[in-house]
Nanobody, 124 residues
Framework: VQLQASGGGSVQAGGSLRLSCSSTGRIFSVYAMGWFRQAPGKEREFVAAITWNGDTTNYTDSVKGRFTISRGNAKRTVDLQMTGLKPEDTAVYYC??????????????????WGKGTLVTVSS
């Protein structure tokens, strides 16, 4: 499985960015997808997740109402639309895919495949 994230960059506070992650290597439509992030000097944290069929999404409290996760199974992509960005959103963002079909993302990082991150920098 290869996960390739794109769309990171530098924006001012209040701005928007859209991250996209493409998946190759196996069937895409049966696996839950999500995004994690790691800010400088901090531990990696969960950001958002979407179930294999797109019926359910989950967000960490700090991004609720500002970020939206979506998936396009035909395109084999998962996107993260980020609006109202804040300096504390600055981090490397990682796309993840569950290893097991039909299972939601879990707290165990080993349950997921990880892509290389994309850097988001928000200036005040």
């Amino acid at each position: 499985v290869q996960l390739q994230a794109s769309g990171g960059g530098s924006v001012q506070a209040g701005g928007s960015l859209r991250l996209s992650c493409s998946s190759t290597g196996r069937i895409f439509s049966v696996y839950a997808m999500g995004w994690f992030r790691q800010a400088p000097g901090k531990e990696r944290e969960f950001v958002a997740a979407i179930t294999w069929n797109g019926d359910t999404t989950n967000y960490t409290d700090s991004v609720k109402g500002r970020f939206t996760i979506s998936r396009g199974n035909a395109k084999r992509t998962v996107d993260l639309q980020m609006t109202g960005l804040k300096p504390e959103d600055t981090a490397v963002y990682y796309c993840v895919q569950h290893r097991v079909p039909y299972q939601p993302l879990s707290d165990d990082n080993d349950d997921h495949y990880w892509g290389k991150g994309t850097l988001v920098t928000v200036s005040s």
